[in-house]
T-cell receptor, first 113, second 109 residues
Framework: DSGVTQTPKHLITATGQRVTLRCSPR?????VYWYQQSLDQGLQFLIQ???????AKGNILERFSAQQFPDLHSELNLSSLELGDSALYFC????????????FGPGTRLLVL | DAKTTQPNSMESNEEEPVHLPCNHS???????IHWYRQLPSQGPEYVIH???SNVNNRMASLAIAEDRKSSTLILHRATLRDAAVYYC??????????FGPGTRLSVLP
């Protein structure tokens, strides 16, 4: 158990819909990262937040957005969903900004029908 | 972004050492080399990381070439629980943590 929690574990929705994935980092960790893992694209970094502020951006689509709240939990919002958005979404947390070990949550499996 | 290349798959016998290679010829001077692994149906987990010198921890050793263009993750005695996908990643000071396709390690009893 990494100490990172993600909800929900599974999510089934339809194309065009919007969903919110939630992540609670390990106690004391200030950085939160979001990743998408699909069969054809592998594990892709989406975005990083540090203490409430966006710090790094990867291959995140404009239809996706994230935020980190004052209590340090984070939410990833996915809108106008397409079939290709079906994937595992992982959240990770680390103590600081860079060169830190990342602890991954169990993931949220999203299925878009 | 700096990229890494790894073999798609490797096989090892239980209780034998495993050497997992990674090439990163475009590495920059400030890139750290991280290794993570992903067991079936789980999120990735940290294995080891280093900058220039070889590193050891309870899980593995990391050997870094002198020119830093390649590295090798060494599992000293593979167990069945080490069967996973191993990712070699360059950390560009947190700017876009890039996972490659990884190496799928099979451990035979």
């Amino acid at each position: 158990d990494s100490g990172v929690t993600q909800t929900p574990k599974h999510l089934i929705t339809a194309t065009g819909q919007r969903v919110t994935l939630r992540c609670s980092p390990r106690s004391g960790d200030l950085s939160v990262y979001w990743y998408q893992q699909s069969l054809d694209q592998g594990l892709q970094f989406l975005i990083q937040y540090y203490n409430g502020e966006e710090r790094a951006k990867g291959n995140i689509l404009e239809r996706f957005s994230a935020q980190q709240f004052p209590d340090l939990h984070s939410e990833l919002n996915l809108s106008s969903l397409e079939l290709g958005d079906s994937a595992l979404y992982f959240c990770a947390s680390s103590l600081g900004l860079t060169q830190e070990t990342q602890y991954f949550g169990p993931g949220t499996r999203l299925l878009v029908l | 972004d700096a990229k890494t290349t790894q073999p798609n798959s490797m096989e090892s016998n239980e209780e034998e050492p495993v050497h997992l290679p990674c090439n990163h010829s475009t590495i920059s001077g400030t890139d750290y080399i991280h290794w993570y692994r992903q067991l079936p149906s789980q999120g990735p987990e940290y294995v080891i990381h280093g900058l220039t010198s070889n590193v050891n921890n309870r899980m593995a050793s990391l050997a870094i070439a002198e020119d830093r263009k390649s590295s090798t993750l060494i599992l000293h005695r593979a167990t069945l629980r080490d069967a996973a996908v191993y990712y070699c990643i360059l950390d560009n000071y947190g700017q876009n943590f890039v996972f490659g396709p990884g190496t799928r390690l099979s451990v035979l009893p």
